[in-house]
Protein backbone atom coordinates (compact mmCIF):
# COMPACT_ATOMS: atom_id res chain seq x y z
CA UNK A 1 0.00 0.00 0.00
CA UNK A 2 2.98 2.64 0.83
CA UNK A 3 4.47 1.96 -2.46
CA UNK A 4 1.03 2.44 -4.92
CA UNK A 5 0.40 5.67 -2.41
CA UNK A 6 4.28 6.96 -2.92
CA UNK A 7 3.50 6.56 -6.74
CA UNK A 8 -0.23 7.69 -6.92
CA UNK A 9 1.19 11.10 -4.82
CA UNK A 10 4.08 11.19 -7.33
CA UNK A 11 2.38 11.49 -10.13
CA UNK A 12 -1.32 13.41 -8.06
CA UNK A 13 0.70 16.15 -6.63
CA UNK A 14 2.43 17.70 -9.23
CA UNK A 15 -0.88 17.09 -11.29
CA UNK A 16 -2.83 18.40 -8.84
CA UNK A 17 -0.95 22.28 -9.48
CA UNK A 18 -1.25 22.22 -13.18
CA UNK A 19 -4.12 21.28 -13.01
CA UNK A 20 -5.49 23.51 -10.70
CA UNK A 21 -3.53 26.24 -12.83
CA UNK A 22 -6.34 26.05 -15.85
CA UNK A 23 -9.57 26.71 -13.54
CA UNK A 24 -7.36 29.71 -11.60
CA UNK A 25 -7.29 31.22 -15.12
CA UNK A 26 -11.18 31.24 -14.97
CA UNK A 27 -11.26 32.35 -11.35
CA UNK A 28 -8.80 35.01 -11.52
CA UNK A 29 -10.87 36.29 -14.60
CA UNK A 30 -13.89 36.30 -12.28
CA UNK A 31 -12.62 37.53 -9.36
CA UNK A 32 -11.01 40.77 -11.43
CA UNK A 33 -14.08 40.89 -13.72
CA UNK A 34 -16.68 40.95 -10.59
CA UNK A 35 -15.49 44.27 -9.60
CA UNK A 36 -16.44 45.85 -12.77
CA UNK A 37 -20.23 45.31 -11.86
CA UNK A 38 -23.19 42.50 -12.95
CA UNK A 39 -23.05 42.62 -16.52
CA UNK A 40 -19.39 41.69 -17.05
CA UNK A 41 -19.36 38.93 -13.85
CA UNK A 42 -22.93 37.49 -15.82
CA UNK A 43 -20.78 38.32 -19.69
CA UNK A 44 -18.16 36.41 -18.58
CA UNK A 45 -20.50 33.17 -17.27
CA UNK A 46 -21.57 32.87 -20.89
CA UNK A 47 -19.03 33.26 -22.73
CA UNK A 48 -16.41 31.43 -20.04
CA UNK A 49 -18.96 28.46 -20.20
CA UNK A 50 -18.66 28.73 -24.18
CA UNK A 51 -15.04 28.89 -24.54
CA UNK A 52 -14.59 25.97 -22.09
CA UNK A 53 -17.18 23.60 -23.44
CA UNK A 54 -15.30 23.73 -26.81
CA UNK A 55 -12.08 23.01 -24.54
CA UNK A 56 -13.66 20.81 -23.02
CA UNK A 57 -15.15 18.90 -25.70
CA UNK A 58 -11.50 18.47 -27.07
CA UNK A 59 -9.49 17.37 -23.81
CA UNK A 60 -9.40 13.74 -26.11
CA UNK A 61 -6.23 15.29 -26.91
CA UNK A 62 -5.07 14.78 -23.38
CA UNK A 63 -7.28 11.66 -22.51
CA UNK A 64 -6.58 9.73 -25.75
CA UNK A 65 -2.84 10.90 -25.96
CA UNK A 66 -1.97 9.72 -21.80
CA UNK A 67 -3.08 5.97 -22.00
CA UNK A 68 -1.94 5.52 -25.78
CA UNK A 69 1.75 6.94 -24.18
CA UNK A 70 1.68 5.29 -21.00
CA UNK A 71 1.00 1.68 -22.51
CA UNK A 72 3.45 1.82 -25.31
CA UNK A 73 6.06 2.91 -22.33
CA UNK A 74 4.96 0.12 -20.04
CA UNK A 75 5.70 -2.03 -23.21
CA UNK A 76 9.22 -1.14 -23.16
CA UNK A 77 8.56 1.70 -26.57
CA UNK A 78 10.03 4.84 -26.14
CA UNK A 79 10.39 6.13 -29.21
CA UNK A 80 6.71 4.69 -30.05
CA UNK A 81 5.51 6.49 -27.10
CA UNK A 82 7.23 10.08 -27.68
CA UNK A 83 5.72 9.83 -31.31
CA UNK A 84 2.57 9.07 -29.86
CA UNK A 85 2.27 12.18 -28.16
CA UNK A 86 4.15 14.45 -31.33
CA UNK A 87 1.06 13.44 -33.54
CA UNK A 88 -1.33 14.38 -30.89
CA UNK A 89 0.09 18.04 -30.89
CA UNK A 90 0.03 18.02 -34.78
CA UNK A 91 -3.61 17.42 -34.21
CA UNK A 92 -4.36 19.75 -31.33
CA UNK A 93 -2.96 22.61 -33.97
CA UNK A 94 -5.03 21.39 -37.11
CA UNK A 95 -8.10 21.54 -34.58
CA UNK A 96 -7.05 25.30 -33.39
CA UNK A 97 -6.90 26.23 -37.04
CA UNK A 98 -10.16 25.01 -38.07
CA UNK A 99 -11.64 26.91 -34.45
CA UNK A 100 -10.74 29.84 -35.34
CA UNK A 101 -12.25 30.18 -38.91
CA UNK A 102 -15.73 28.17 -37.07
CA UNK A 103 -16.00 30.77 -34.18
CA UNK A 104 -16.00 33.94 -36.26
CA UNK A 105 -18.98 32.94 -37.83
CA UNK A 106 -20.53 30.84 -34.89
CA UNK A 107 -20.11 33.27 -31.82
CA UNK A 108 -23.13 35.54 -32.17
CA UNK A 109 -25.08 32.22 -32.36
CA UNK A 110 -23.65 30.55 -29.83
CA UNK A 111 -24.13 33.76 -27.28
CA UNK A 112 -27.77 33.91 -28.32
CA UNK A 113 -28.49 30.43 -27.01
CA UNK A 114 -28.76 31.90 -23.43
CA UNK A 115 -31.17 34.10 -22.55
CA UNK A 116 -29.43 37.46 -21.19
CA UNK A 117 -29.43 41.25 -21.84
CA UNK A 118 -28.45 43.18 -24.87
CA UNK A 119 -25.19 44.43 -22.91
CA UNK A 120 -24.49 41.08 -21.49
CA UNK A 121 -24.67 39.41 -24.93
CA UNK A 122 -22.47 42.06 -26.37
CA UNK A 123 -19.67 41.79 -23.84
CA UNK A 124 -19.85 38.06 -24.02
CA UNK A 125 -19.58 38.05 -27.80
CA UNK A 126 -16.54 40.34 -27.61
CA UNK A 127 -14.95 38.10 -25.17
CA UNK A 128 -15.51 34.86 -27.46
CA UNK A 129 -14.10 36.88 -30.12
CA UNK A 130 -11.05 37.59 -28.79
CA UNK A 131 -10.18 34.39 -27.02
CA UNK A 132 -10.52 32.72 -30.77
CA UNK A 133 -6.75 33.68 -31.06
CA UNK A 134 -5.69 31.04 -28.23
CA UNK A 135 -7.62 28.54 -29.11
CA UNK A 136 -4.66 26.24 -30.93
CA UNK A 137 -2.45 27.26 -28.23
CA UNK A 138 -5.30 26.02 -25.53
CA UNK A 139 -5.19 22.82 -27.72
CA UNK A 140 -1.71 22.33 -27.97
CA UNK A 141 -0.97 23.02 -24.19
CA UNK A 142 -3.44 19.84 -23.49
CA UNK A 143 -1.92 17.80 -26.01
CA UNK A 144 1.56 17.95 -24.82
CA UNK A 145 0.59 17.79 -21.27
CA UNK A 146 -1.05 14.62 -22.27
CA UNK A 147 2.53 12.99 -23.91
CA UNK A 148 4.32 14.04 -20.50
CA UNK A 149 1.61 12.46 -18.36
CA UNK A 150 2.06 9.82 -20.18
CA UNK A 151 5.72 9.43 -19.82
CA UNK A 152 4.90 9.62 -16.10
CA UNK A 153 6.18 13.01 -15.73
CA UNK A 154 3.38 14.97 -13.92
CA UNK A 155 6.63 17.89 -12.70
CA UNK A 156 7.09 19.54 -15.96
CA UNK A 157 3.20 20.48 -16.59
CA UNK A 158 3.28 21.55 -13.12
CA UNK A 159 5.83 24.47 -13.78
CA UNK A 160 4.68 25.42 -17.39
CA UNK A 161 0.84 25.75 -16.23
CA UNK A 162 2.15 27.50 -12.72
CA UNK A 163 4.19 29.78 -14.73
CA UNK A 164 1.39 30.34 -17.00
CA UNK A 165 -0.89 31.28 -14.39
CA UNK A 166 1.15 34.01 -12.80
CA UNK A 167 1.60 35.54 -16.50
CA UNK A 168 -2.16 35.24 -17.12
CA UNK A 169 -3.01 36.90 -13.17
CA UNK A 170 -0.57 40.08 -13.89
CA UNK A 171 -1.58 40.46 -17.69
CA UNK A 172 -5.18 40.70 -16.86
CA UNK A 173 -4.65 42.87 -13.50
CA UNK A 174 -3.16 45.17 -16.09
CA UNK A 175 -4.93 44.98 -18.81
CA UNK A 176 -8.60 44.97 -17.28
CA UNK A 177 -7.90 48.17 -15.11
CA UNK A 178 -4.99 50.84 -15.73
CA UNK A 179 -5.15 50.14 -19.81
CA UNK A 180 -9.10 50.46 -18.98
CA UNK A 181 -9.93 47.08 -21.62
CA UNK A 182 -12.29 45.84 -18.84
CA UNK A 183 -13.43 42.61 -19.95
CA UNK A 184 -11.48 41.97 -23.35
CA UNK A 185 -8.25 42.73 -21.25
CA UNK A 186 -9.55 39.78 -19.56
CA UNK A 187 -9.56 37.74 -22.65
CA UNK A 188 -6.28 38.98 -24.09
CA UNK A 189 -4.28 38.51 -20.97
CA UNK A 190 -5.45 34.68 -20.82
CA UNK A 191 -4.47 34.67 -24.89
CA UNK A 192 -1.08 35.35 -24.40
CA UNK A 193 -0.24 33.07 -20.88
CA UNK A 194 -1.79 30.24 -23.43
CA UNK A 195 0.48 31.16 -26.00
CA UNK A 196 3.83 31.17 -23.59
CA UNK A 197 3.13 27.88 -22.71
CA UNK A 198 2.47 26.23 -26.18
CA UNK A 199 6.01 27.56 -26.79
CA UNK A 200 7.24 25.85 -24.02
CA UNK A 201 5.70 23.13 -24.90
CA UNK A 202 7.09 22.98 -28.01
CA UNK A 203 10.37 23.33 -27.01
CA UNK A 204 10.14 20.29 -24.91
CA UNK A 205 8.38 17.79 -27.26
CA UNK A 206 11.37 18.98 -29.74
CA UNK A 207 14.15 17.97 -27.37
CA UNK A 208 11.89 14.64 -26.20
CA UNK A 209 11.70 13.70 -29.90
CA UNK A 210 15.32 14.21 -30.54
CA UNK A 211 16.50 11.61 -27.20
CA UNK A 212 14.34 9.11 -28.36
CA UNK A 213 15.21 9.03 -32.13
CA UNK A 214 11.35 10.25 -32.57
CA UNK A 215 10.70 12.08 -35.86
CA UNK A 216 9.09 15.47 -35.47
CA UNK A 217 6.75 14.95 -38.48
CA UNK A 218 3.04 14.25 -38.34
CA UNK A 219 2.57 10.45 -39.15
CA UNK A 220 -0.69 10.01 -40.36
CA UNK A 221 -1.53 7.09 -39.28
CA UNK A 222 -0.73 8.16 -35.79
CA UNK A 223 -3.21 11.09 -36.37
CA UNK A 224 -6.12 8.78 -37.48
CA UNK A 225 -5.21 6.63 -34.44
CA UNK A 226 -5.30 9.58 -32.15
CA UNK A 227 -8.18 10.81 -33.51
CA UNK A 228 -10.34 7.41 -33.63
CA UNK A 229 -9.48 6.57 -29.97
CA UNK A 230 -10.63 10.28 -29.04
CA UNK A 231 -13.80 9.84 -31.12
CA UNK A 232 -15.42 8.04 -28.04
CA UNK A 233 -13.88 10.45 -25.56
CA UNK A 234 -15.73 12.96 -27.88
CA UNK A 235 -18.84 11.88 -27.51
CA UNK A 236 -18.54 10.94 -23.35
CA UNK A 237 -17.47 14.86 -23.12
CA UNK A 238 -20.28 15.92 -25.36
CA UNK A 239 -22.83 14.34 -22.92
CA UNK A 240 -20.84 15.66 -19.91
CA UNK A 241 -20.81 18.68 -21.41
CA UNK A 242 -24.61 19.15 -23.04
CA UNK A 243 -25.43 18.74 -18.95
CA UNK A 244 -23.28 21.81 -17.96
CA UNK A 245 -24.66 24.09 -20.54
CA UNK A 246 -28.28 23.24 -20.10
CA UNK A 247 -27.78 23.80 -16.67
CA UNK A 248 -26.07 27.37 -17.02
CA UNK A 249 -29.08 27.85 -19.83
CA UNK A 250 -31.31 27.65 -16.79
CA UNK A 251 -29.43 29.57 -14.13
CA UNK A 252 -29.35 32.26 -16.85
CA UNK A 253 -33.37 32.08 -16.82
CA UNK A 254 -33.32 32.35 -13.07
CA UNK A 255 -32.15 36.26 -13.67
CA UNK A 256 -28.87 38.10 -14.11
CA UNK A 257 -28.20 37.67 -9.80
CA UNK A 258 -28.82 33.96 -10.29
CA UNK A 259 -26.23 33.46 -13.43
CA UNK A 260 -23.75 35.92 -11.77
CA UNK A 261 -23.99 33.86 -8.52
CA UNK A 262 -23.75 30.76 -10.22
CA UNK A 263 -20.67 31.73 -12.53
CA UNK A 264 -19.04 32.06 -9.17
CA UNK A 265 -20.20 28.71 -7.61
CA UNK A 266 -19.36 26.61 -10.77
CA UNK A 267 -15.88 28.15 -10.69
CA UNK A 268 -15.13 27.31 -7.66
CA UNK A 269 -16.49 23.39 -8.25
CA UNK A 270 -14.16 23.64 -11.72
CA UNK A 271 -11.12 24.16 -9.52
CA UNK A 272 -11.91 21.79 -7.09
CA UNK A 273 -12.87 19.12 -9.58
CA UNK A 274 -9.64 19.97 -11.56
CA UNK A 275 -8.05 19.08 -7.82
CA UNK A 276 -9.72 15.76 -7.93
CA UNK A 277 -9.15 15.06 -11.39
CA UNK A 278 -5.29 14.94 -10.32
CA UNK A 279 -5.90 11.52 -8.94
CA UNK A 280 -7.95 10.96 -12.35
CA UNK A 281 -4.58 11.93 -14.09
CA UNK A 282 -2.40 9.51 -11.93
CA UNK A 283 -5.05 6.75 -12.53
CA UNK A 284 -5.01 7.36 -16.50
CA UNK A 285 -0.77 7.02 -15.86
CA UNK A 286 -0.78 4.40 -13.47
CA UNK A 287 -3.45 1.85 -15.03
CA UNK A 288 -2.09 2.92 -18.87
CA UNK A 289 1.67 1.67 -17.52
CA UNK A 290 0.10 -1.38 -15.60
CA UNK A 291 -1.86 -2.89 -18.48
CA UNK A 292 0.74 -2.33 -21.01
CA UNK A 293 2.90 -4.75 -18.89
CA UNK A 294 0.47 -7.50 -18.25
CA UNK A 295 0.23 -6.76 -14.75
CA UNK A 296 -3.60 -7.16 -13.81
CA UNK A 297 -3.10 -7.17 -10.04
CA UNK A 298 -1.10 -4.29 -10.08
CA UNK A 299 -4.08 -2.22 -11.71
CA UNK A 300 -6.74 -3.90 -9.26
CA UNK A 301 -4.79 -2.70 -6.44
CA UNK A 302 -4.05 0.56 -7.79
CA UNK A 303 -7.73 1.00 -8.66
CA UNK A 304 -8.87 0.55 -5.29
CA UNK A 305 -5.89 2.86 -3.46
CA UNK A 306 -6.83 5.74 -5.87
CA UNK A 307 -10.56 5.12 -4.98
CA UNK A 308 -9.65 5.50 -1.36
CA UNK A 309 -7.74 8.79 -2.18
CA UNK A 310 -10.80 10.33 -3.89
CA UNK A 311 -13.21 9.87 -1.65
CA UNK A 312 -10.61 11.47 0.99
CA UNK A 313 -10.15 14.16 -0.68
CA UNK A 314 -13.46 15.07 -1.39
CA UNK A 315 -14.61 14.85 2.26
CA UNK A 316 -11.67 17.04 2.68
CA UNK A 317 -12.63 19.55 -0.09
CA UNK A 318 -16.11 19.58 1.00
CA UNK A 319 -15.21 20.93 4.21
CA UNK A 320 -12.93 23.41 3.33
CA UNK A 321 -15.96 24.55 0.96
CA UNK A 322 -18.26 24.84 4.10
CA UNK A 323 -15.78 26.66 6.07
CA UNK A 324 -15.07 29.47 3.41
CA UNK A 325 -18.78 29.97 2.53
CA UNK A 326 -19.10 32.69 4.47
CA UNK A 327 -16.03 34.54 2.53
CA UNK A 328 -16.61 33.78 -1.34
CA UNK A 329 -18.94 36.15 -2.09
CA UNK A 330 -16.71 39.15 -0.81
CA UNK A 331 -14.31 37.63 -2.97
CA UNK A 332 -16.05 37.35 -5.91
CA UNK A 333 -18.66 40.27 -6.13
CA UNK A 334 -19.63 43.52 -4.64
CA UNK A 335 -23.35 42.79 -5.37
CA UNK A 336 -24.98 41.73 -2.09
CA UNK A 337 -27.25 39.55 -3.52
CA UNK A 338 -25.08 38.23 -5.31
CA UNK A 339 -23.12 37.43 -2.57
CA UNK A 340 -26.00 35.85 -0.59
CA UNK A 341 -26.65 33.70 -3.10
CA UNK A 342 -22.93 32.40 -3.53
CA UNK A 343 -23.34 31.85 0.20
CA UNK A 344 -26.21 29.61 0.78
CA UNK A 345 -25.63 27.53 -2.68
CA UNK A 346 -21.68 26.62 -1.55
CA UNK A 347 -23.04 24.52 1.27
CA UNK A 348 -25.05 22.27 -1.07
CA UNK A 349 -21.81 22.32 -3.31
CA UNK A 350 -19.71 20.88 -0.21
CA UNK A 351 -22.25 17.82 0.62
CA UNK A 352 -21.94 16.61 -3.16
CA UNK A 353 -17.60 16.94 -3.69
CA UNK A 354 -17.32 13.30 -1.98
CA UNK A 355 -19.34 12.14 -4.17
CA UNK A 356 -17.71 14.25 -7.01
CA UNK A 357 -14.07 12.44 -5.88
CA UNK A 358 -15.69 8.55 -6.22
CA UNK A 359 -16.77 9.72 -9.92
CA UNK A 360 -13.68 11.29 -11.02
CA UNK A 361 -11.36 8.73 -9.78
CA UNK A 362 -13.22 5.78 -11.48
CA UNK A 363 -13.33 8.23 -15.07
CA UNK A 364 -9.67 8.69 -14.78
CA UNK A 365 -9.54 4.68 -14.31
CA UNK A 366 -11.35 4.06 -16.88
CA UNK A 367 -9.83 6.39 -19.09
CA UNK A 368 -6.46 4.93 -18.79
CA UNK A 369 -7.70 1.19 -19.49
CA UNK A 370 -8.75 2.57 -22.79
CA UNK A 371 -12.53 1.73 -21.98
CA UNK A 372 -13.61 4.86 -23.91
CA UNK A 373 -16.87 3.51 -25.39
CA UNK A 374 -18.55 2.74 -22.27
CA UNK A 375 -17.67 5.62 -20.83
CA UNK A 376 -19.43 7.57 -24.60
CA UNK A 377 -22.41 5.22 -24.06
CA UNK A 378 -23.26 5.77 -20.26
CA UNK A 379 -22.67 9.57 -20.81
CA UNK A 380 -25.72 9.62 -22.39
CA UNK A 381 -27.71 7.50 -20.43
CA UNK A 382 -26.34 9.75 -17.32
CA UNK A 383 -27.41 12.85 -18.98
CA UNK A 384 -30.87 11.64 -19.98
CA UNK A 385 -31.46 10.44 -16.26
CA UNK A 386 -30.23 14.16 -15.49
CA UNK A 387 -33.15 16.18 -18.02
CA UNK A 388 -36.13 15.20 -15.61
CA UNK A 389 -34.43 16.24 -12.66
CA UNK A 390 -33.17 19.87 -14.57
CA UNK A 391 -36.47 19.92 -16.22
CA UNK A 392 -38.35 19.94 -12.85
CA UNK A 393 -36.40 22.56 -11.49
CA UNK A 394 -36.79 24.45 -14.17
CA UNK A 395 -40.80 23.57 -14.44
CA UNK A 396 -41.27 24.57 -10.64
CA UNK A 397 -39.52 28.21 -11.55
CA UNK A 398 -38.12 28.88 -7.70
CA UNK A 399 -37.08 32.66 -6.96
CA UNK A 400 -34.47 34.21 -5.19
CA UNK A 401 -32.03 31.84 -3.50
CA UNK A 402 -33.84 28.58 -3.89
CA UNK A 403 -33.87 28.72 -7.40
CA UNK A 404 -29.48 28.40 -7.10
CA UNK A 405 -30.13 25.84 -4.88
CA UNK A 406 -32.50 23.63 -6.26
CA UNK A 407 -30.77 23.71 -9.17
CA UNK A 408 -27.01 22.35 -7.56
CA UNK A 409 -29.04 19.90 -5.94
CA UNK A 410 -30.13 18.15 -9.20
CA UNK A 411 -26.90 18.77 -10.75
CA UNK A 412 -24.08 18.33 -7.79
CA UNK A 413 -26.23 14.92 -6.29
CA UNK A 414 -28.54 13.69 -9.03
CA UNK A 415 -26.12 14.52 -12.05
CA UNK A 416 -23.03 13.02 -10.23
CA UNK A 417 -24.90 10.36 -8.38
CA UNK A 418 -26.25 8.97 -12.03
CA UNK A 419 -22.25 8.76 -12.58
CA UNK A 420 -21.25 7.33 -10.09
CA UNK A 421 -23.69 4.16 -10.25
CA UNK A 422 -22.52 3.72 -14.03
CA UNK A 423 -18.92 3.89 -13.14
CA UNK A 424 -18.96 1.92 -9.98
CA UNK A 425 -20.85 -0.90 -11.97
CA UNK A 426 -18.31 -1.08 -14.76
CA UNK A 427 -15.63 -0.94 -12.18
CA UNK A 428 -16.46 -4.33 -10.35
CA UNK A 429 -16.29 -6.22 -13.53
CA UNK A 430 -13.18 -7.57 -15.22
CA UNK A 431 -14.39 -6.54 -18.70
CA UNK A 432 -12.34 -3.01 -19.03
CA UNK A 433 -9.27 -4.74 -17.99
CA UNK A 434 -7.33 -5.20 -21.36
CA UNK A 435 -3.25 -5.83 -21.00
CA UNK A 436 -0.70 -5.15 -23.93
CA UNK A 437 -0.75 -2.48 -26.51
Not at 66 to 80: E, H, I, S, Y
Not at 254 to 280: C, E, H, K, N, R
Not at 305 to 311: D, K, M, N, Q
Not at 334 to 356: E, K, N, Q, W, Y
Request: proline fraction near 3%.
Amino acid sequence: MRSLDREILRLAVPALGALVAEPLFLMTDTALVGHLGQVPLAALGIAGTIVQTVIGLLVFLAYATTPMVARLLGAGDRKGAVHAGIDGMWLAVGIGCVLIVLGVFLTPTAVSVFPSSAAVATAAGHYVFVSLAGMPAMLLVIAASGLLRGLQDTKTPLLVAGSGFAANAVLNAILIYPVGLGIVGSALGTVAAQWGMALWYIVIAVRAARRAGASLRPGLRGIRVSAGAGGWLLMRTASLRAGILLTVSAAAGFGVVQLAAYQVITTIFSTLSFALDALAIAGQAMIGHGLGRGDVAGVRAATSRLLVWGIGSGIVGGVVIAALAPVFGFVFSSDPDVRHAIFVTAFVLAIGVPLAGYVFVLDGVLIGAGDARYLALTGVVNLACYLPLLGIVVWAGPTGDAALVWLWVAFGLGYMGARAVTLGLRSRSDRWIVTGT
